[in-house]
């Protein structure tokens, strides 16, 4: 009798720590450089639909990718989501991001927009483009990212400041196309061609040629996006270049299941979820950007801005080519 009890006891103990066991299972953590306005909604929306909880944690890329090289495997993340290609690629090279393999990503996600392993994968895309001002520039004026070092634009160009990760991309998939020698004498004519100072951010740039202070910029589209929103009588245009080559320089926010996830099968599944229909739209709405699965159309705000050929060279070369592009603006004089 008293053993039955004692069999009874146990038996009730392993039910209860398996229950536990259960509610971990349905719960996932995510480090996220994408900010908590952004993502909160898809992860509200997932919790809704699958009764999945999600905690997260947001910081910049930087200090989120050496939090998770400090933890190791001791990292209560499962998912890492930052902005930027070469950001991603810096967490697989640097082992904290495991291979994942899903027939439903590899359909999602376009090969250009993933990592060649399959370490991480882009879920929503922004375009690194040309804007102009439509009172002093006419669109026939312009055509390549090349150009805006051409004589005709002396004086009338405006960056956003190399130290940020963004132009450091652009220039790292430029060598990636054209070579180092031809790239960095193109980054030496826009140097030649600036009318002021670099500025800190890509709205500073479209403000400084709302003020007269230049023509035509270089920004991610999603910048244009939210200042367009804001002012829809934005005297401002976007020009899509090299669309006779290689076309528009694009970059993504993505995701990567951590090497060390405690719960990698919830983590491979809310992934995939991230790539289908409703959370694409939920993904790239929320910043005005472009769906990384093409079968997803864009916000109808982003569909006005027109079509346009991009540059389908794997985005993994952005981390790889990234410290040459930063020695390479160095050497040209671009701050």
Same mark, same amino acid.
């Given at each position: 009798m008293k053993t039955n009890r004692i069999l009874s006891l146990l038996l009730i103990t392993l039910l209860g720590l398996g229950g536990a066991v259960a509610q971990a299972a349905d719960q996932l953590v995510v480090y996220s450089a994408r900010n908590e306005q952004l993502i909160k909604p898809l992860f509200d929306a997932y919790r809704a639909e699958t009764g999945t909880e999600i905690r997260f944690v947001t910081d910049k890329a930087g200090p989120l990718l050496a939090r998770l090289k400090a933890e190791g495997k001791n990292t209560p993340a499962d998912l890492l989501i930052t902005v930027d290609a070469g950001n991603l690629w810096k967490a697989a090279q640097d082992g904290m991001l495991a291979k994942v393999d899903s027939r439903t990503l590899q359909q999602?996600? /376009? !090969?250009?927009?993933?990592? /060649?392993?399959?370490?991480?994968?882009?879920? %929503?895309? $922004?375009?690194?483009?040309i804007v102009y001002s439509t009172a002093r520039v006419k669109p026939s004026e312009l055509s390549t990212y090349e150009a805006l070092g051409d004589k005709q634009g002396k004086g009338r160009l405006c960056l956003? @400041?190399? #130290? #940020?990760?963004?132009?450091? %991309?652009?220039v790292a998939m430029m060598?990636?196309?054209?070579?180092?020698? #031809?790239?960095?004498?193109? !980054?030496?004519?826009? !140097?030649?061609?600036?009318? @002021?100072? !670099?500025?800190?951010?890509?709205?500073a740039v479209m403000?400084?040629?709302?003020?007269?202070?230049c023509d035509v910029g270089i920004v991610n589209t999603y910048y244009f996006g939210r200042l367009q929103k804001k002012n829809p009588k934005l005297p401002l245009a976007l020009f899509w270049p090299n669309q006779q080559d290689r076309g528009v320089h694009v970059n993504v926010s993505g995701a990567g299941v951590t090497r060390y996830a405690k719960h990698k099968a919830a983590a491979v599944k809310f992934l995939e979820w991230l790539s289908g229909d409703k959370a694409q739209r939920l993904f790239a709405d929320a910043n005005m950007e472009y769906p990384a699965n093409p079968k997803v159309k864009p916000h109808p705000n982003v569909s006005a801005w027109g079509d346009f050929k991009q540059d389908t060279t794997n985005l993994a070369k952005a981390g790889?080519?990234?410290?040459k592009a930063?020695?390479?603006?160095? $050497?040209s004089g671009y701050k």
């Open positions: 999602n996600i /376009p !090969v250009s927009l993933r990592d /060649p392993d399959n370490r991480w994968f882009g879920l %929503s895309v $922004r375009a690194r483009t956003r @400041t190399s #130290k #940020k990760v963004y132009n450091q %991309s652009l060598i990636a196309q054209l070579g180092e020698e #031809k790239t960095e004498a193109i !980054v030496r004519a826009w !140097v030649g061609n600036l009318a @002021t100072d !670099v500025f800190a951010n890509d709205t403000e400084a040629i709302m003020a007269g202070q790889e080519l990234q410290v930063v020695m390479l603006m160095d $050497r």
